[in-house]
């Protein structure tokens, strides 16, 4: 067996959206702001559940980076987390770009480009727990509780 390659998981741009979308969603559930493009777009439902979804995206993906127990544990909360993440920041590169158009093709670009990374970074975390499932399944039992591999 070669050896196993995880992906860091700690890369800082990753780290610094997942700590800024929760302070962003806090502030728009509490100021009771929103950008306009969000206010035309969505429902108000929808514009609540965005704003939560800040909030857990943020808080599940700064958990699973740090998880202290098993690697797949914190991957698979990571994972879920940048794959939401991807979902929330697209979904307001839609609502920026039907509401303001040419205007904010600047803006749309950036969120989006946020959007695509985070997909990226869940197709890698997918790429590493697959690999760390093969090479658990090439290691005993017995060999895991010596500390062989």
Do not use: K
């Amino acid at each position: 067996m070669g050896n196993l390659r995880i992906r860091s998981r700690h890369q800082p741009y990753e780290i610094a959206v997942l700590a800024a979308a929760p302070v962003c969603g806090v502030l728009m559930l509490t100021l009771d702001v929103r950008p306009t493009s969000v206010q035309t777009a969505m429902p108000v439902p929808i514009q609540v559940a965005w704003e939560l979804g800040l909030i857990a995206v943020g808080v599940g993906g700064l958990l699973g980076i740090v998880w202290p127990g098993r690697l797949s544990t914190g991957l698979g909360v990571e994972l879920a987390s940048v794959l939401v993440l991807g979902t929330v920041t697209g979904m307001y590169a839609v609502a920026l770009a039907a509401m303001s158009g040419q205007q904010s093709i600047a803006t749309t670009s950036f969120v989006a480009a946020v959007a695509v990374g985070s997909l990226w970074r869940a197709g890698q975390i997918a790429v590493d727990l697959r690999r760390l499932a093969q090479a658990c399944e090439l290691v005993s039992y017995e060999q895991l509780q010596a500390g062989v591999t």
